[in-house]
């Protein structure tokens, strides 16, 4: 997963208050909203105990539960430094839990989570319900989206729509693939998804431009959806559902091939510190451990991370904190633009939940 979309934040100034919360309002609570505000005041007091200014404090609150238009279950990231909203991201599930931190570094790990797997996709559905005949009456609806998973289901992705007379399907289903083809472009999708009625999805599959036609997935079902939400978004919840991008795929198989044959890797935090420090890392994976409790000390420039003060202070830089580790590797992934896979456990179980590959083999200068 590339991670330019947290770049704007890192260009701005610390430190940030970084908010997640669970601003859901369909749920069984009576007034969702006071619920949302008396969840936000837990937080401001969490944030205001770590030293936040009020300043920042207000800009949260200015922000947190402003996404009224979005239905179903769904969260927000918001971000603020010096009084000022420095990102704000809606989360395609709740957070696990509400939390809050203020410090020199924005607390970004959980919601990169929440952009895995990041799969394009298209989904189409066609919607008729006559004849099984082109003689028949009646139209045949053509509905698609192509999106990013999970982000479609808070972010609409570009949408089509389309009603055509059944007697002109079989010509016209050839031109809606063509559609369709550019739609598919803009995201690269590696996955076509398409519901509905057996009989006309069939004539538009087959009609499909051959790029588009080996990656299809059928599914069944009738494939509605709430408005507002990702089309078929319970259908591909499901055919989703612990799959990795196919970009993610080949980078970790990138990974283990070149771990067998004791190549340009590095596994466990002090190598792929090591491997950071020296601008060497083409991608980090991560098992993900929301809870964990390693730490790293760090400095002004991404670069500037180590397991130690001491060692930190050997490069000669002079203002270092400590700070969560997961904080730190995100901001000198972010600062040299090297790519992040989260990598679920039972798949690879990775030493201290993190290794790189590397841009090339063989020791260098720590930046």
Sequence with gaps: MRLSFLEPLYKQPGPFA???????????????DAAIELRWRHLRDALMSEGADQDSITAVADTVGSDTEIPGTHGQAVFTAHGRLALLDELP???????????????????????????????????????HSTD?????????????????????????????????WLNAAGEVGRELEGYARRVDVEAVVVAGDVWARGILVRRLPASLRGRVATVEGAGESEPGRALLEQRLESLFSGRMAAHDRALLDGFLAERTRDGATAEGLSATVSAL?????????????PESPLRLWVGSEPGQLALTEEELRSYG?????????????????????????VVPEQRVRLSEGVGALLRYAGPASPA
């Design 136 to 168: 028949a009456t009646g139209t045949v609806r053509i509905e698609a989206e192509a999106g990013t998973w999970p982000l479609t289901k808070v972010t609409p992705g570009y949408r089509l729509g389309e009603e055509i007379p059944v007697s002109d």
């Design 277 to 289: 420090q020296r601008g060497g890392v083409k991608a980090l994976f991560l098992n993900d451990h």
């Design 317 to 341: 830089i002079a203002d270092v904190h400590e700070e969560r580790a997961d904080a730190a590797l995100t901001r000198a992934l972010v600062g040299t633009r090297a790519e992040l896979v």
């Design 18 to 32: 970084s908010v997640y919360l669970d601003t859901s309002r369909d749920t069984a609570v009576g007034d969702p």
């Design 93 to 131: 599930a709740p957070p696990p839990r509400d939390t809050a931190h203020f410090g020199t570094l924005p607390d970004t790990m959980p919601l990169v989570v929440q952009h895995t797997p990041g799969i394009p996709y298209l989904a189409v559905h066609v919607r008729y319900s006559g004849r």
